[in-house]
Structures are given as structure tokens and as C-alpha cells.
Nanobody, 126 residues
Framework: QVQLVESGGGLVQAGDSLRLSCAASGRTFSRYVMGWFRQAPGKEREFVAAVSWSGTSTYYADSVKGRFTIARDNANLMVYLQMNSLYPEDTAVYYC???????????????????WGQGTQVTVSS
């Protein structure tokens, strides 16, 4: 069992920046693939970014490349999502996910992640 708690969401203006944090606890954390997904009302959960257990490999959705950065701090059991140049289209509930080691891995598949946080709301006004 892994527990994940997101924080850092809020209301910002278009063009602003925001940093989300995900604090992990429970079973061994360092070898999990960690990802960020988001979900707007009436839409499916959408892949945003993922990072390998070592922190050396990252993967981003095309919609956020060049604007968002994912990083992890295994010593402190934390994962971060730095979001710059935010658009109103980025408005969603953002979720942190943990994926057990498996073939692939399946960076951008929501159903491949084994644990999820409760989400944090990000609202970007125009």
C-alpha cells in the first residue's frame, strides 16, 4: 500500500506558474514510476507527465511539453510538477499516481497506475 497526498493547487491567472507537490508514504517508494494526471468535469483522466524511479527518464504529454517539468526527490519521498505559462485549458483536478514496476512501463496509461492521491484543484482564469 502506498499513500499519496497532493498539494499546491489554487486559482491563478493565465500565464502564471504553479508548483504541485505529492508526498508519498507506505511501501518502498523509490522504484515506483510516478506520474501526474488531470481530469476536467465530464472528461476522462488525462496523462500529463511521468518520471522513472531513478528520476533520470521523463515523459510528457504534447500539450505540456516545454511548459511543465516533473521531478522527484526520493530521499524525501516527494514528487513535484512545476507548471509554467498556464492556460485556461489546464484547469482540472490534478492527481498524483504511483505505478509498480512492470513491463513497459505504461507511462501514459491511467489504468496502469496502482495508487492515486485525492487530487488538487488547479483553476486558470483568462
Amino acid at each position: 500500500q502506498v499513500q499519496l497526498v497532493e498539494s499546491g493547487g489554487g486559482l491563478v491567472q493565465a500565464g502564471d506558474s504553479l508548483r504541485l507537490s505529492c508526498a508519498a508514504s507506505g511501501r518502498t517508494f523509490s522504484r515506483y514510476v510516478m506520474g501526474w494526471f488531470r481530469q476536467a468535469p465530464g472528461k476522462e483522466r488525462e496523462f500529463v507527465a511521468a518520471v522513472s524511479w531513478s528520476g533520470t527518464s521523463t515523459y510528457y504529454a504534447d500539450s505540456v511539453k516545454g511548459r511543465f517539468t516533473i521531478a522527484r526527490d526520493n530521499a524525501n519521498l516527494m514528487v513535484y510538477l512545476q507548471m509554467n505559462s498556464l492556460y485556461p485549458e489546464d484547469t482540472a483536478v490534478y492527481y498524483c499516481g504511483a505505478q509498480l514496476p512492470k513491463l513497459g512501463p505504461y507511462w501514459d496509461h491511467a489504468d496502469a497506475y496502482d495508487y492515486w492521491g485525492q487530487g488538487t484543484q488547479v483553476t486558470v482564469s483568462s
